[in-house]
């Protein structure tokens, strides 16, 4: 399932012998040292993916090698949905929206018999899943906007601290993926700056990113809309949350996000979806170093599958469709293969669950 | 011109001795344990606003003060115009402009009988002083957007790598304050974050705020456009520089940006006009430690001295309105007078030219 690499030979020897050398030893920080000593990637198999990260960033934090990358242009961009946890049956986010209709309808109660919240509240799983695209706009407009941002954070926090995922009865934030976490400390030990960009919600996402995958949030992008700046009752200065859009983060929206957010294309990006083909196609297209991978999900015993790079139907989460798996092809770009390069799905707490 | 404060003790003596402790000097790299043993902020005369800065640093980054802040919540914002560099006669990013139109000219000549940009090309300096806000903004939008980022970088970099402030004969970036340069230093060494947050341009600045400030492109915010996503002739990925503002960053825009690209509000703000006035009442809402500073323009001999606050008529850029400073006052923050708190007003090299 995996893309041979170039880079076949074995990189964590060469990694070993380096981090043996006292000169370089002795300057960095423990962890640092620790990191380069132990394989930093224990949840991975030995395969052309695990290969391919090494690779990356030793080539990119060896000052004497030719694709040696300042620490200040080290920026790694990680879609969330699908690539750092799961995304399915259905966007966690949206089953936040969908959960806080009731007390949407609460505050406004002729809502009640107002489609598209006539049906959510109906509880109606098969009609809920027919919902167009427009309805759920509207439910995702009335349930992450008109709040202060201090309440939307409050209610999205309480609400990301108890509600589980139906398949294994987990809190959502327990459900990333053990070896992209691993990920984010290879780099970020490595002075990598990691950051989420997601088509998500980049308030929703910001209010357990730090906890879930120690990413603060300002490196978190996302889906955006405006704010509005004004006094409260008490004087005190209030931001709102607007339904007016800045920043659709989908698609070509992902480098224009990058662009506004960071300023600048990042070294590396992992994505697993149709979603993010044009920000692994703006990370690859400068020069030196760079990184582009993408998670496919063909592990069905032990998360799911799904897409038609699996020779499945299209999912409505996160297609990774033939076409984005001949371009990943084409320009050298790596498919990770969960079934493949994957000894572990989850972080351990979860693993003995499922097991 | 300052304003007193209530941690009138000497807060150096403080700082030195907590240096002195092995157990402190002995975890830090040695900049920082460099930067706490010497005078952090030598161009800074003794005052309340050296001791504000001072205490505010000692106070939320000693573990043991009930005012403590973690290091993931260690975020400053800056002003730039009249704050960290120049802005008299006219704003650097305004001169760039101006100085573009030739070159829009060039590309589309038709436009050189066409107002504004007739005036422009004239050369009256008083005409185009009278030139209204919506004839600046449409050369603003002539000279900032419809061209790639890679070419917009390009020739933002080239000139402000060789235009030179009429005044001092100096290039603009060489005319940042240098007691500012300490602050971001001294704030650094402690873990804070430091941000620009500025009206200027986001992409403008962030061509050589690197440069300037030691602040990466990532740590810019300031009034942004979109950019448009396309493949260029060769298929590469190309984001081109739309004329569609997304963020407007001055006034309620800056707690509206800060939220946008940092997602919570910062700990100590500074600034020098009423574009920053809301910046300043947003950071100091929060609980905990804030600092909040406003440079006051009083030193006509070694800088500029402007408006109301100073007794002097409203300046045509950067306006310190006897309301704010009076604001100021009530709520606690610091004036910080250039002629009375700073010794110098620029680097080393500049200061001695102008002396």
């Not at 049906?119 to 809920?128: K, M, Q």
């Not at 405006?226 to 983060?249: Q, V």
């Not at 196609?281 to 582009?292: F, S």
Request: aromatic fraction near 8%; include cysteine.
């Amino acid at each position: 399932m995996t893309h041979p690499s170039p880079r076949g030979i074995s990189r964590r020897v060469v990694v070993s012998t380096l981090a043996a050398l006292p000169v370089l030893g002795g300057a960095l920080p423990r962890t640092l040292a620790q990191a380069q000593t132990a394989d930093p990637l224990p949840s991975w198999n030995d395969g052309a993916a695990k290969q391919a990260i090494v690779a990356f960033v030793r080539d990119t934090t060896d000052s004497a090698s030719p694709k040696f990358v300042t620490p200040e242009e080290r920026i790694a961009a990680f879609d969330q949905d699908g690539t750092l946890w799961v995304e399915h049956p259905m966007y966690t986010q949206v089953v936040y929206c969908l959960e806080r209709v009731p007390a949407v309808v609460a505050r406004t109660p002729k809502l009640k018999d107002v489609e598209p919240f006539k049906t959510v509240l109906s509880g109606n799983r098969e009609a809920i899943a027919k919902l167009s695209m427009k309805q759920l706009e509207e439910i995702l407009a009335a349930t992450l906007t008109g709040m202060t941002v201090d309440e939307f954070n409050a209610e999205a926090r309480a609400w990301i601290g108890t509600a589980k995922h139906p398949r294994w009865d987990r809190l959502y934030t327990e459900l990333t993926y053990q070896p992209m976490q691993e990920v984010l400390h290879y780099l970020r030990a490595h002075d990598y700056k990691t950051y989420i960009v997601t088509g998500g919600g980049q308030d929703f996402v910001r209010t357990y990113a730090q906890a879930a995958y120690g990413i603060p949030p300002e490196q978190v992008v996302g889906t955006a809309g405006g704010t509005k700046f004004s006094y409260g009752k008490d004087g005190r200065p209030t931001l709102t949350k607007d339904p007016r859009l800045l920043l659709n983060d989908n698609n070509a929206g992902k480098p224009e996000g990058i662009h506004l957010m960071i300023g600048r294309p990042p070294r590396a990006a992992f994505g697993n979806s149709t979603g993010d083909r044009q920000m692994l196609e703006y990370t690859t297209a400068g020069e030196g170093a760079r990184l582009a991978m993408l998670v496919m999900h063909d592990d069905a015993s032990r998360e799911y599958a799904y897409g038609p790079a699996n020779g499945l139907p299209d999912a409505k989460v996160g297609t990774f469709t033939q076409a984005l798996y001949d371009e990943a092809g084409h320009k050298g770009w790596t498919v990770i293969s969960m079934k493949n390069d994957w000894k572990e799905i989850f972080p351990s707490s979860v693993g003995r669950a499922i097991k």
